[in-house]
């Protein structure tokens, strides 16, 4: 993502982890669709990512509403800030990135 999007949506610049994502060599508009389309390919790329933990957190950190991060939605992300307001780990929170379900 470029600095001059992320002032687009008033956030502050990401970690270097954001130079080595899958994502990185890709057009943020796969990772922002159109409403009523599926991220799909976003989705895919974001399972093989080596920075998806990093990604998905900084997303629920800045309260990213808005797009693909960590191969998470928008809703899930919702879900996941939900579940940790309750004290509970939901399924799709990044803490389990990496655990065999």
Do not use: I
């Amino acid at each position: 993502m470029r600095d001059d999007d992320l002032v687009l949506f008033n956030t502050p610049p990401p970690g270097a982890w954001a130079d080595v994502g899958e994502c990185a060599r890709m057009g943020v508009e796969l990772f922002f669709p159109k409403a009523g389309s599926r991220p799909s390919q976003a989705l895919l790329m974001c399972a093989v990512c080596s920075v998806r933990r990093e990604c998905a957190e900084y997303a629920l950190e800045h309260n990213q509403h808005w797009g693909v991060w960590g191969g998470l939605t928008e809703r899930q992300r919702f879900a996941v800030k939900k579940a940790r307001r309750e004290g509970v780990v939901h399924p799709l929170d990044p803490v389990r990135f990496g655990d065999v379900l």
